[in-house]
């Protein structure tokens, strides 16, 4: 249903122990009450996910916060007063209102305000705090439209709100900011350089292959079901097999490829995060063997689409 006219209902259904998939600024969320530990374990039965992957709680507002967690550390409210409502996520002593399988039995919990205002609607009319991932099967390419999470998840989600396409297209960056130093757990939506700006120098963590202390940070992850490697348009098969190319701003020369997906012809790093899984979502569904991906630049968001596609080929390799 449309998401500007079906907050209320879906908000009813949150509040029974339901599960309702709504836009985000950065993907769409697969939502459950995150005080009702019945209604998250539905969370995990429906995207085959693995119960030491912790989920991310949404607020409607900052304020919501500490009356969530109680005090909160000054770097952390910091990062809150700067940055929220928007695509950072922030990590903080789990409360003990949530219940343990949110947090997949760590004593953090991540926590944001999303910057779409469909889904802080929601929340507020819900009345509760949201624990949701990205909508979509485990493991697989985040859902940036209504219709991939119809696709991926079918009847497994109560209600899906259809709020268009997803204005970033990538997951909010993770931070844990209750230690002298920030540390980014997860590269995201939000740019390093935007934390530096605000905080100065922070650590970046790479993923992990054993139990994840952050929601999405798992090494192999965010893939396609077509075989994915990082390559460039030089590499063009030459035995005439059907193969897709992921390229940056400059499409490969004609005939080489059996299906192209430009990110952004103006080389524009936030566009092309925007694009990023619904041009994968196509080259996965246009009957190809394998996708050659080509990496960006590193910086900006271009981070965080390298992080995913390097995640991508990892799980084929």
């Known amino acids: 249903m449309p998401a500007d006219t079906g907050i209320a209902e879906a908000a009813a259904v949150l509040r029974a122990g339901g599960l309702v998939a709504f836009p985000t600024e950065t993907v769409y969320g697969l939502g459950a009450n995150a005080l009702d530990a019945r209604a998250a374990a539905r969370i995990f039965e429906a995207k085959a996910r693995p119960s030491f992957d912790p989920l991310i709680t949404h607020l409607a507002d900052a304020a919501d916060l500490p009356a969530l967690v109680g005090a909160v550390p000054p770097a952390v409210a910091a990062l809150v007063e700067r940055f929220w409502p928007g695509p950072l996520t922030l990590i903080v002593d789990r409360p003990e209102a949530i219940p343990p399988i949110v947090t997949s039995g760590l004593d953090t919990m991540a926590v944001r305000v999303p910057d779409e205002p469909s889904a802080r609607a929601l929340?507020?009319?819900?009345?509760?705090?949201?624990?949701?991932?990205?909508?979509?099967?485990f493991g697989q390419l985040s859902p940036t439209r209504a219709e991939h999470v119809v696709a991926g998840l079918r009847d497994a989600v109560d209600v899906v709100l259809d709020g268009g396409p997803t204005r970033c297209g990538i997951e909010s960056t993770i931070v844990d900011a209750r230690g002298e130093r920030p540390v980014v757990l997860r590269l995201g939506a939000l740019p390093v350089e935007a934390l530096v700006e605000a905080v100065g120098p922070v650590t970046v963590r790479p993923g992990s292959s054993g139990q994840p202390v952050a929601p999405g940070t798992l090494a192999a992850h965010y893939a396609p079901r077509t075989p994915l490697r990082l390559g460039a348009a030089e590499s063009a098969p030459g035995d005439g097999g059907r193969r897709g190319f992921l390229a940056?701003?400059?499409?490969?020369?004609?005939?080489?490829?059996?299906?192209?997906?430009?990110?952004?012809?103006?080389?524009?790093?936030?566009?092309?995060?925007?694009?990023?899984?619904?041009?994968?979502?196509?080259?996965?569904?246009?009957?190809?063997?394998?996708?050659?991906?080509?990496?960006v630049p590193e910086v900006g968001v271009g981070r965080a689409i390298n992080d995913r596609l390097r995640r991508a080929a990892a799980t084929w390799h």
């Open 123 to 137: 929340i507020a009319a819900a009345g509760v705090p949201v624990a949701a991932p990205s909508a979509n099967r």
């Open 248 to 295: 940056f701003r400059e499409p490969p020369a004609a005939g080489a490829w059996a299906a192209v997906e430009v990110l952004s012809a103006e080389g524009d790093l936030t566009a092309a995060a925007a694009r990023l899984f619904d041009a994968l979502h196509r080259l996965d569904a246009a009957g190809v063997t394998e996708i050659v991906a080509e990496s």
